[in-house]
């Protein structure tokens, strides 16, 4: 983020929106809904930390798993 104070500059690229969208906001009983007074001031930074490592982690696997199915002559899933 630019400015942790003010807590400007985050969450600028999409994946790291579109994440927190699904997983916290999609519906009216979801926890970024019904607590929207923890999310007042914004995403904490080991959330945003978790979500960072989520992506890694998801890459990660799929490339091994892509490259795993290709030395085996199968198809991708």
């Known amino acids: 983020m630019q400015d942790p104070a003010t807590r ?3 969450y600028e690229h999409p994946i790291i ?11 009216k009983q979801d926890e970024g809904i019904v607590y ?3 999310f007042q001031r914004g995403i904490a930074s080991v959330t ?6 989520i ?3 998801s890459l990660s696997v ?3 798993c892509t490259h ?5 002559g199968k198809e991708l899933p």
């Open 36 to 38: 929207a007074v923890y």
């Open 68 to 72: 795993d199915i290709f030395n085996s």
């Open 8 to 10: 400007t500059g985050i």
């Open 48 to 53: 945003i930390s978790l979500i960072l490592t």
């Open 17 to 27: 929106q579109e994440l927190l969208n699904i997983t916290l906001f999609a519906n």
């Open 55 to 57: 992506v890694r982690t």
């Open 62 to 64: 799929r490339r091994i």
